[in-house]
């Protein structure tokens, strides 16, 4: 089990406060407090879902301290790997001016679950950006965040997405869907680049043939 100064490195590492720790694992603030104080023994679930979140916010534990994970890519595996790389993207993003950039995406392809990730990311004032396929009118966003990507740009595939220094790629078609996340600042730097350009260039939608789910309402 993790212990109270490893929380409260974990904290600095991230550059939480205890009440951003709080939300990420859906516990109290005092809950957190009480986690940090040397010589209290907290609950295993309780410890389990902090570790877990400062986890998937890019840390990694070892005995008697913790670390920024070293790993250069990482991949997430399984049916619910989608949902685990927007949590971790979340985490990542959350109080940071950074944006999630999705190259190729799909409303109509996302599931329930998904949407109601993106949902979160708009509440919490993480700006998202979509370059779709020319004329997808399954828009359920703010239609000012999509872009219609020339045709001759466009593959029949999963999206890919930029934030902050990672670069993600979604293969779904396999046997086990899996979201394999490469974190370089130069190739995401890069690959903003190759973003901005496209959404340059690419056509502003028009209308949208769905009601919208989060942004505003065009």
């Known amino acids: 089990m993790i212990t109270a100064k490893q929380i409260r490195a974990s904290r600095a590492l991230l550059g939480w406060s205890q009440q951003d720790l709080a939300d990420a694992v859906g516990l109290s603030k005092p809950t957190i407090v009480d986690a940090e104080r040397d010589g209290h023994q907290p609950r295993a679930e309780t410890l389990a879902l902090i570790q877990n979140a400062c986890e998937v916010s890019g840390l990694e534990f070892m005995t008697g301290g913790v670390r920024e994970r070293q790993d250069i890519v990482t991949v997430f595996e399984g049916e619910d790997c989608a949902l685990r790389f927007l949590e971790e993207a979340f985490h ?105 350009f496209v959404w340059e260039i690419s056509a502003k939608p028009t209308h949208t043939t769905v009601e919208q789910r989060w942004g505003k309402v065009a």
């Open 92 to 196: 990542s993003l959350k109080n940071t001016d950074n944006e999630l950039l999705l190259y190729g995406s799909s409303d109509e392809r996302a599931t329930e679950e998904a949407i109601k990730k993106f949902i979160a990311f708009h509440d919490a004032g993480i700006k998202t950006r979509f370059l779709i396929k020319n004329n997808d009118t399954h828009i359920k966003g703010a239609i000012e965040d999509y872009r219609w990507m020339p045709d001759k740009l466009w593959i029949e595939s999963d999206a890919k997405t930029i934030h902050g220094d990672t670069v993600t790629y979604a293969v779904t078609w396999q046997n086990k869907p899996k979201f394999i996340c490469i974190k370089d600042k130069r190739i995401a730097e890069i690959e903003k680049k190759f973003f901005d």
